[in-house]
């Protein structure tokens, strides 16, 4: 090579180092900057929710910028995530994620550089609702001591709460199947049944499906006899019920009297002339030691004649109550006057003492309070007037008791409890229980043991049922005991005088269902056939003797009439049914049992008025009152009779 080419050979060696050392050698300019990651976003998730304590599982989530670090964060920590694609991503949610019921954040998070966190979507954890399967113990006497109540079932969560007829108790989450709540004295102080249910607590959750805890003691059925004259002879008295021993005491009028054990189903109590000197209501009721049930139910005695004084009238279209006297000789009524009420007053009932009544206003939700003057008859408002019930509230009534009220709501389908204040006559609500559709008239047996329900289910026909409840001894509230079938739309419902028999006007099948009362259970059983009506029956009374029956007939306006089995409580008619007015809608027979009275709507083209009627005590037929009606206010309802003990 010559010495020319050797130069430019090395030149070039150089030139090409000098290049190394300036563009290789670590000089910043150059590296390429790496691809900096977005910042994510969610859109949606799959699936949004899970019942608390559920199975592990996968969530998909959706949205944009998601890049193959992304990691999904569930309730705060990152969960193992797998890239999909830029848009969706999975991720393992453990079961230990969701073991209490509220709402997870759920972000993704991308990582360096660059990146983020996205916005958060919620996930919700539901409560699942609970079911129970068994309660321990099922039963205590009456009196007893406070105690722990075990349930046992499925779904619990830690905010599982135990109810005791609708009412919290301190609750203990043992497990998922598990819990157990604080039972206090109280509750179980007076024989009867409690409704036991566990409430999850929202998101999701809600009621389970009840059991029955039962209160054990004395109960009683009827008493033999039911009345005797002021100032008459010492006499005998008969108690039939049930849990009856031989330390068990029978109270009259508040006094222990000589008892003698007959069987655990009867006692018999010695009764002194001094304890019916004056006219009066005397409370009967059973004791036995605590040990064995405490005091059972009571059953009232009356000291005297009752005396029918005043009818009372619920007037829907004029928004009234029409006030009247009572001729004690003839039966005849002489109007008082009226007093207002709520909107679409459609149902009337008076306390077995006299001194108060209600009515219930369908179109304003209400239910009117009153006071009735003993002298004069006439209602005034007790305050604040009226006191909230359900939705269309058609049908009111008092327990024999006068401790309780209970008002069917026909468009909210339950019915509303109250207690009554022995002073002033004011209700206090207590709560609701459901009851089936339409639920169009209440009625409680003579022992306030037990309450039944008519109800019409006029929009489906899908229901036709009286519904059977048991009534807590000590707070008035009701406990469901079932359904039994009626005939085609079930208006009106009423209870013999001693609690063996009830009947059901049915309006659209035009007869009436007739059951026998299980005295122990109160369960209904259905009496062979239903006994036919006239035309659209729409109510149905039962005389204080409990020998006959009556059926108001809304469309032949008339009313039906009829004797009662007293074996069986079968129905049969008498002869042919007495003329109303137009539109006869309800009727009531005076606790006396010599007069009845009924309620006609009337139409557009016809004012409505009370029939008035005389019944013959031997065959039970009715017999008009001159002159057959009298006026009422517009579209009567409901109509109702008070009276005194003489």
Excluded at 118 to 132: A, L, Q
Excluded at 538 to 550: I, K, L, M, T
Aim: glycine fraction near 10%; charge should be neutral; charged fraction near 5%.
């Amino acid at each position: 090579m010559s010495r020319k080419s050797k130069r430019r050979m090395i030149g070039i060696i150089i030139a090409v180092a000098i290049g190394a050392g300036i563009y290789g050698c670590g000089s910043t300019a150059s590296t390429v900057p790496p691809t900096s990651n977005p910042i994510p976003a969610t859109t949606t998730i799959s699936p949004t929710s899970a019942a608390a304590g559920g199975a592990a599982f996968t969530l998909t989530v959706n949205g944009t910028n998601f890049v193959a670090g992304s990691v999904v964060n569930f309730a705060g920590t990152a969960r193992t995530t797998t890239f999909a694609s830029a848009t969706q991503l999975t991720a393992a949610i453990p079961a230990a994620a969701i073991t209490a019921a509220g709402t997870a954040a759920l972000t993704v998070t991308n990582p360096a550089p660059g990146g983020g966190t996205s916005n958060t979507v919620n996930f919700t954890i539901n409560s699942p609702v609970p079911t129970i399967t068994a309660i321990s113990p099922t039963s205590a006497v009456a009196g007893s001591a406070a105690f722990t109540l075990t349930v046992n079932g499925s779904n619990f969560v830690t905010g599982s709460v135990v109810r005791w007829n609708g009412s919290d108790r301190p609750t203990a989450f043992i497990s998922a199947s598990q819990v157990s709540a604080q039972i206090p004295a109280s509750d179980i102080a007076a024989t009867g049944t409690a409704a036991i249910t566990v409430f999850n607590p929202a998101p999701g959750g809600g009621a389970s499906n009840t059991l029955t805890f039962t209160i054990t003691g004395p109960t009683i059925t009827t008493i033999s006899p039911t009345s005797a004259a002021p100032g008459g002879a010492a006499f005998t008295l008969t108690v039939n019920g049930s849990n009856f021993e031989a330390a068990s005491v029978v109270n009259f009028a508040g006094v222990a009297r000589t008892t003698t054990f007959v069987s655990a189903a009867q006692l018999t109590a010695a009764i002194p002339a001094a304890a019916i000197t004056t006219a009066g209501i005397a409370a009967v009721t059973v004791t036995n030691p605590a040990s064995a049930g405490g005091p059972s139910n009571t059953v009232t005695f009356t000291i005297g004649l009752f005396l029918p004084r005043f009818v009372y009238i619920a007037n829907s279209g004029s928004n009234d109550v029409s006030m009247y006297t009572i001729n004690a000789t003839t039966g005849a009524l002489a109007p008082i006057g009226t007093i207002a009420a709520g909107v679409g007053p459609v149902s009337v009932a008076v306390d077995p003492s006299g001194r108060f009544a209600y009515v219930a206003n369908a179109g304003s939700n209400s239910v009117s309070m009153y006071t009735i003057n003993a002298t004069t008859g006439a209602l005034e408002h007790i305050a604040p007037g009226t006191i909230a019930a359900g939705t269309a509230p058609s049908s009111v009534a008092v327990d024999p008791s006068g401790r309780f009220a209970y008002v069917a709501n026909a468009i909210s389908n339950n019915i509303s409890m109250y207690a009554i204040n022995a002073t002033t006559g004011a209700l206090a609500s207590t709560g609701a229980m459901a009851a089936e559709m339409d639920p169009a008239s209440v009625a409680v047996d003579p022992s306030a043991r037990f309450a039944y329900v008519a109800n019409s289910d006029f929009f489906f026909g899908e229901g036709n049922t009286v519904s059977m409840y048991s009534i807590n001894g000590s707070t008035g509230t009701l406990q469901s005991a079932g359904t039994v079938a009626a005939g085609m739309g079930p208006v009106s419902v009423a209870v013999d005088p001693f609690g063996r028999f009830a009947y059901v006007a049915n309006l659209t099948s035009a007869n009436v269902s007739m059951y026998a009362i299980n005295a122990t259970t109160g369960a209904l059983t259905s009496i062979d056939t239903s006994a036919a009506a006239g035309s659209r029956p729409f109510s149905v009374a039962v005389d204080p003797s409990g020998r006959f029956a009556y059926v108001a007939n809304s469309l032949s306006d008339d009313v039906s009439m009829y004797t009662i089995n007293a074996t069986t409580g079968a129905l049969t008619s008498i002869d042919t049914p007495v003329a109303a007015g137009r539109g006869p809608v309800s009727v009531a027979v005076d606790p006396s049992g010599r007069f009845a009275y009924v309620a006609n709507e009337g139409s557009s083209l016809s004012s409505g008025n009370v029939s008035m009627y005389t019944i013959n005590a031997t065959t039970g037929a009715l017999e008009p009152i001159a002159p057959g009606t009298i006026a009422a206010g517009t579209f009567p309802r409901s109509v109702a009779i008070a009276g005194t003990i003489q």
